[in-house]
């Protein structure tokens, strides 16, 4: 059969060769451009940049920058920008050389607790005190917690004055934490003295 019978009835020729011709494409022909061919795909050109960007080795952050002393939001700046408290200042003053004088006298008391506890003894009429032999080691207990107890107070109290904080409370707080102290102590040395046991018997009637 020669080609233009082939053509005339749609049959393709074979080639000399014997191989099949390559199959017949039933798509409509497209109105712009061709076919992709098989096994083809679209990908967006910003997946490259993607791909990219993280396949590229991590950069470590910039380190925090330092905050410049006076800087706001630094101790300084903060206790900069209070205002003066003057009448703080003054109060706290006042009470810390109370303060002062009390601690002084505390600690003269301790060591000379057995003649002050003989004046209250004879003013009252107990009778004879006979110091205990404990007496001299808590009066130098006493005399230390004191005076360690007033360096505290006073330390605080000038480290809230320069942040321009509120610092009159704590002498108030110092005092009320000796006067306790100093009545735990009394009681002690009072209510172990055979003396003064039987002279509370005597006012009970017991």
Known sequence: MTQDEAARNGTPERADD??????RDERPRPQYGEYAPEGW????????RTD?????PATPPPPPAATPVG??????ADGAAR???TIDRFFTILLLALGAIGAWNTSVSLQQLPGAIQGVYTDQGVGTYSPQPW?????????VFMLALYAAVLGWSIMRLRARRLAFWVPLVGGAVAFLATMVLTSI???TDPTFQSYLERMTGV
Not at 135 to 143: D, E, H, Q, S
């Open 135 to 143: 007496l001299p080691t808590l009066a130098l207990i006493g005399t």
């Open 18 to 23: 014997g191989a099949a011709p390559p199959p």
């Open 189 to 191: 040395v009072f209510f």
């Open 71 to 76: 800087a706001p939001g630094s101790g300084a």
């Open 52 to 56: 990219a960007a993280a396949s590229a």
């Open 83 to 85: 205002p003066p408290r």
């Open 41 to 48: 795909s679209w990908q967006p050109p910003g997946d490259d």
